[in-house]
Protein backbone atom coordinates (compact mmCIF):
# COMPACT_ATOMS: atom_id res chain seq x y z
CA UNK A 1 0.00 0.00 0.00
CA UNK A 2 1.13 3.37 -0.40
CA UNK A 3 2.04 5.04 2.80
CA UNK A 4 1.63 8.74 1.93
CA UNK A 5 -1.69 7.44 0.88
CA UNK A 6 -2.71 5.87 3.63
CA UNK A 7 -1.44 8.70 5.81
CA UNK A 8 -3.75 10.88 3.86
CA UNK A 9 -6.57 8.73 4.60
CA UNK A 10 -5.96 9.03 8.19
CA UNK A 11 -5.83 12.72 8.30
CA UNK A 12 -9.15 12.93 6.35
CA UNK A 13 -10.50 10.80 9.11
CA UNK A 14 -9.68 12.16 11.86
CA UNK A 15 -10.60 15.69 10.30
CA UNK A 16 -14.05 14.36 10.09
CA UNK A 17 -14.61 14.06 14.02
CA UNK A 18 -17.36 15.09 15.97
CA UNK A 19 -15.49 17.58 18.07
CA UNK A 20 -16.03 17.06 21.78
CA UNK A 21 -14.46 20.14 24.02
CA UNK A 22 -11.38 20.04 21.77
CA UNK A 23 -11.46 16.21 21.58
CA UNK A 24 -12.27 14.38 18.10
CA UNK A 25 -14.47 11.77 18.63
CA UNK A 26 -15.18 9.41 15.32
CA UNK A 27 -18.84 9.21 14.34
CA UNK A 28 -18.67 5.11 14.15
CA UNK A 29 -20.76 2.56 15.69
CA UNK A 30 -19.50 -0.80 16.64
CA UNK A 31 -19.66 -2.77 12.90
CA UNK A 32 -17.45 0.35 11.36
CA UNK A 33 -14.97 0.27 14.57
CA UNK A 34 -14.51 -3.15 13.78
CA UNK A 35 -14.00 -2.95 10.17
CA UNK A 36 -11.49 0.12 10.84
CA UNK A 37 -9.23 -1.74 12.90
CA UNK A 38 -9.25 -4.96 10.64
CA UNK A 39 -7.80 -2.42 8.18
CA UNK A 40 -5.51 -1.16 10.68
CA UNK A 41 -4.01 -4.60 10.88
CA UNK A 42 -3.90 -5.12 7.32
CA UNK A 43 -1.73 -1.64 7.17
CA UNK A 44 0.63 -2.73 9.55
CA UNK A 45 0.68 0.61 10.63
CA UNK A 46 1.33 1.34 14.28
CA UNK A 47 -1.65 3.09 16.30
CA UNK A 48 -3.46 3.82 19.41
CA UNK A 49 -7.37 3.29 19.49
CA UNK A 50 -9.32 5.20 22.35
CA UNK A 51 -12.67 4.77 23.98
CA UNK A 52 -13.28 7.66 25.08
CA UNK A 53 -15.52 8.76 28.01
CA UNK A 54 -16.08 11.99 29.87
CA UNK A 55 -13.21 11.94 32.25
CA UNK A 56 -11.01 11.32 29.45
CA UNK A 57 -12.33 14.44 27.48
CA UNK A 58 -11.77 16.68 30.76
CA UNK A 59 -8.11 15.42 31.40
CA UNK A 60 -7.46 15.88 28.00
CA UNK A 61 -8.63 19.28 28.76
CA UNK A 62 -5.54 20.00 31.50
CA UNK A 63 -2.99 17.52 30.04
CA UNK A 64 -1.44 18.69 26.51
CA UNK A 65 0.84 15.34 25.97
CA UNK A 66 -2.36 13.23 26.63
CA UNK A 67 -4.39 15.55 24.01
CA UNK A 68 -1.44 14.95 21.99
CA UNK A 69 -2.41 10.75 22.12
CA UNK A 70 -5.72 11.38 21.46
CA UNK A 71 -5.25 13.64 18.73
CA UNK A 72 -2.95 11.53 16.77
CA UNK A 73 -5.32 8.14 18.05
CA UNK A 74 -6.30 5.87 14.56
CA UNK A 75 -10.04 5.47 16.41
CA UNK A 76 -11.67 7.66 18.95
CA UNK A 77 -15.11 6.00 19.90
CA UNK A 78 -17.76 7.49 22.25
CA UNK A 79 -17.11 5.27 25.20
CA UNK A 80 -19.73 6.70 27.85
CA UNK A 81 -23.28 7.93 27.43
CA UNK A 82 -22.06 11.63 28.42
CA UNK A 83 -20.05 12.02 25.04
CA UNK A 84 -23.24 10.55 23.18
CA UNK A 85 -25.24 13.86 24.85
CA UNK A 86 -22.69 16.35 24.46
CA UNK A 87 -22.36 15.42 20.91
CA UNK A 88 -25.98 15.88 20.67
CA UNK A 89 -26.07 18.82 22.56
CA UNK A 90 -23.61 20.36 20.25
CA UNK A 91 -25.48 19.34 17.13
CA UNK A 92 -23.32 16.43 15.64
CA UNK A 93 -25.01 13.51 16.75
CA UNK A 94 -23.00 10.64 17.13
CA UNK A 95 -24.56 7.45 15.29
CA UNK A 96 -23.77 4.84 18.54
CA UNK A 97 -22.26 4.94 21.91
CA UNK A 98 -18.97 2.31 21.57
CA UNK A 99 -17.84 1.30 24.64
CA UNK A 100 -14.42 0.05 25.18
CA UNK A 101 -15.73 -3.13 26.80
CA UNK A 102 -18.16 -3.70 24.18
CA UNK A 103 -15.61 -3.30 21.76
CA UNK A 104 -13.08 -5.57 22.86
CA UNK A 105 -15.56 -8.10 23.62
CA UNK A 106 -16.44 -7.98 19.47
CA UNK A 107 -13.09 -7.48 19.24
CA UNK A 108 -12.57 -11.05 20.16
CA UNK A 109 -14.76 -13.18 18.23
CA UNK A 110 -12.91 -11.53 14.74
CA UNK A 111 -9.54 -12.00 16.79
CA UNK A 112 -10.62 -15.36 16.77
CA UNK A 113 -12.18 -16.16 13.34
CA UNK A 114 -9.39 -14.18 11.54
CA UNK A 115 -6.31 -15.49 13.85
CA UNK A 116 -5.09 -12.54 15.02
CA UNK A 117 -2.75 -12.53 17.78
CA UNK A 118 -3.44 -10.89 20.96
CA UNK A 119 -1.42 -9.49 23.92
CA UNK A 120 -2.45 -8.44 27.51
CA UNK A 121 -0.56 -5.71 29.89
CA UNK A 122 -1.66 -4.54 32.60
CA UNK A 123 -4.18 -5.35 36.35
CA UNK A 124 -2.41 -7.27 39.16
CA UNK A 125 -1.11 -9.88 38.69
CA UNK A 126 -2.92 -13.14 38.11
CA UNK A 127 -6.04 -11.09 37.29
CA UNK A 128 -4.43 -10.26 33.32
CA UNK A 129 -3.97 -14.40 33.41
CA UNK A 130 -7.71 -15.05 34.39
CA UNK A 131 -9.14 -13.35 31.46
CA UNK A 132 -7.43 -14.88 29.41
CA UNK A 133 -8.22 -18.49 29.84
CA UNK A 134 -11.73 -17.15 30.53
CA UNK A 135 -11.41 -15.36 27.07
CA UNK A 136 -9.95 -18.84 25.55
CA UNK A 137 -13.15 -20.94 26.49
CA UNK A 138 -15.07 -18.38 24.94
CA UNK A 139 -13.85 -17.82 21.31
CA UNK A 140 -11.87 -21.44 20.65
CA UNK A 141 -8.92 -20.24 18.62
CA UNK A 142 -8.20 -17.35 19.54
CA UNK A 143 -4.57 -16.53 20.17
CA UNK A 144 -2.86 -14.62 23.15
CA UNK A 145 0.74 -14.61 22.37
CA UNK A 146 1.56 -12.57 25.43
CA UNK A 147 0.40 -11.81 29.16
CA UNK A 148 1.96 -8.87 31.48
CA UNK A 149 0.79 -8.04 34.89
CA UNK A 150 0.39 -3.78 35.33
CA UNK A 151 2.51 -3.93 37.99
CA UNK A 152 6.25 -3.26 36.55
CA UNK A 153 8.50 -0.19 37.06
CA UNK A 154 10.64 -1.11 34.36
CA UNK A 155 9.29 -2.31 30.61
CA UNK A 156 12.15 -2.99 28.84
CA UNK A 157 12.05 -6.75 29.29
CA UNK A 158 8.22 -6.32 28.18
CA UNK A 159 9.02 -4.55 25.19
CA UNK A 160 11.51 -7.14 23.73
CA UNK A 161 8.87 -9.83 24.59
CA UNK A 162 6.22 -8.13 22.28
CA UNK A 163 8.38 -7.25 19.92
CA UNK A 164 9.58 -11.20 19.46
CA UNK A 165 5.80 -12.63 19.73
CA UNK A 166 4.34 -9.55 16.92
CA UNK A 167 1.28 -9.44 17.90
CA UNK A 168 -1.83 -7.85 15.83
CA UNK A 169 -3.36 -6.13 18.44
CA UNK A 170 -2.46 -4.95 22.68
CA UNK A 171 -4.77 -4.35 24.97
CA UNK A 172 -3.45 -2.13 27.86
CA UNK A 173 -5.04 -1.97 31.58
CA UNK A 174 -3.05 0.30 33.01
CA UNK A 175 -4.88 3.06 33.99
CA UNK A 176 -6.68 6.02 31.88
CA UNK A 177 -4.08 8.35 30.70
CA UNK A 178 -1.21 5.88 31.90
CA UNK A 179 -2.17 3.72 29.61
CA UNK A 180 -2.37 5.86 26.12
CA UNK A 181 0.57 7.49 26.90
CA UNK A 182 2.38 3.85 27.42
CA UNK A 183 1.02 2.86 24.34
CA UNK A 184 2.07 5.97 22.37
CA UNK A 185 5.69 6.12 23.71
CA UNK A 186 6.71 2.61 24.13
CA UNK A 187 4.15 0.11 22.16
CA UNK A 188 3.86 1.85 18.75
CA UNK A 189 7.72 2.20 18.02
CA UNK A 190 7.81 -1.97 18.93
CA UNK A 191 5.22 -1.98 15.87
CA UNK A 192 2.36 -3.12 17.10
CA UNK A 193 -0.51 -2.13 14.42
CA UNK A 194 -3.12 -1.98 16.73
CA UNK A 195 -3.10 -0.96 20.89
CA UNK A 196 -6.25 -0.39 22.85
CA UNK A 197 -6.33 0.88 26.53
CA UNK A 198 -8.96 -0.72 28.17
CA UNK A 199 -8.89 0.45 31.71
CA UNK A 200 -11.04 -2.05 34.13
CA UNK A 201 -12.21 -4.59 31.35
CA UNK A 202 -9.15 -7.54 32.43
CA UNK A 203 -11.23 -7.42 35.82
CA UNK A 204 -14.66 -7.73 34.36
CA UNK A 205 -13.29 -11.05 31.61
CA UNK A 206 -11.69 -11.93 34.66
CA UNK A 207 -14.83 -12.67 36.47
CA UNK A 208 -13.44 -10.18 39.19
CA UNK A 209 -15.55 -7.17 38.59
CA UNK A 210 -19.58 -7.52 37.48
CA UNK A 211 -20.78 -5.62 34.71
CA UNK A 212 -24.08 -3.78 34.56
CA UNK A 213 -27.18 -5.75 33.23
CA UNK A 214 -28.15 -4.81 29.91
CA UNK A 215 -31.43 -3.26 30.28
CA UNK A 216 -29.02 -0.83 32.80
CA UNK A 217 -26.55 -0.37 29.97
CA UNK A 218 -29.14 0.21 27.40
CA UNK A 219 -30.76 2.96 29.73
CA UNK A 220 -27.04 4.74 29.64
CA UNK A 221 -26.95 4.98 33.31
CA UNK A 222 -24.26 1.90 33.55
CA UNK A 223 -21.84 4.97 35.62
CA UNK A 224 -24.64 5.24 38.20
CA UNK A 225 -24.65 1.00 38.73
CA UNK A 226 -20.70 1.27 39.23
CA UNK A 227 -21.34 3.89 41.27
CA UNK A 228 -23.64 2.35 43.80
CA UNK A 229 -21.53 -0.46 43.29
CA UNK A 230 -18.21 1.19 44.15
CA UNK A 231 -19.38 4.45 46.68
CA UNK A 232 -15.55 5.32 46.27
CA UNK A 233 -16.32 6.22 42.95
CA UNK A 234 -18.22 9.41 43.64
CA UNK A 235 -15.28 11.42 43.38
CA UNK A 236 -14.74 10.55 39.85
CA UNK A 237 -18.28 10.64 38.82
CA UNK A 238 -18.37 14.23 39.49
CA UNK A 239 -16.38 14.69 36.23
CA UNK A 240 -19.94 13.81 34.86
CA UNK A 241 -21.87 17.02 35.86
CA UNK A 242 -18.43 19.09 35.25
CA UNK A 243 -18.08 17.89 31.49
CA UNK A 244 -21.58 18.72 30.82
CA UNK A 245 -21.54 22.07 32.61
CA UNK A 246 -18.40 22.49 30.39
CA UNK A 247 -20.48 21.54 27.00
CA UNK A 248 -23.22 23.54 27.30
CA UNK A 249 -20.76 26.71 28.23
CA UNK A 250 -18.79 25.76 24.62
CA UNK A 251 -22.10 25.82 23.16
CA UNK A 252 -23.83 28.76 24.57
CA UNK A 253 -20.67 30.78 24.88
CA UNK A 254 -18.03 29.51 22.16
CA UNK A 255 -14.79 30.51 22.76
CA UNK A 256 -14.93 29.95 26.85
Known amino acids: MDGSRNANDKEMCKAERVPVL ?13 GKIEEYVKNREPGLVVTANPEIVMLA ?50 AAAKKYRLYFVGAKPGIAEKAAENISR ?21 IEDIIIKKPDILLAALGMGKQEKWIAERVEPAGVPVSIGVGGSFDVFAGEAKRAP ?14 LRQPSRFWRMLQLPRFLAAVLLSRFFPGK
Not at 69 to 83: E, F, K, W
Not at 138 to 158: A, L
Open 22 to 34: GVGIDNVDLAEAL
Open 138 to 158: SYPGIQIVGIQHGYFTDDHEI
Open 61 to 110: RKAPDFKACLDDALLVTADGVGIVIAARLLGRPLKQRVTGIDLTTALFQQ
Open 214 to 227: KWVQDAGVEWLYRL
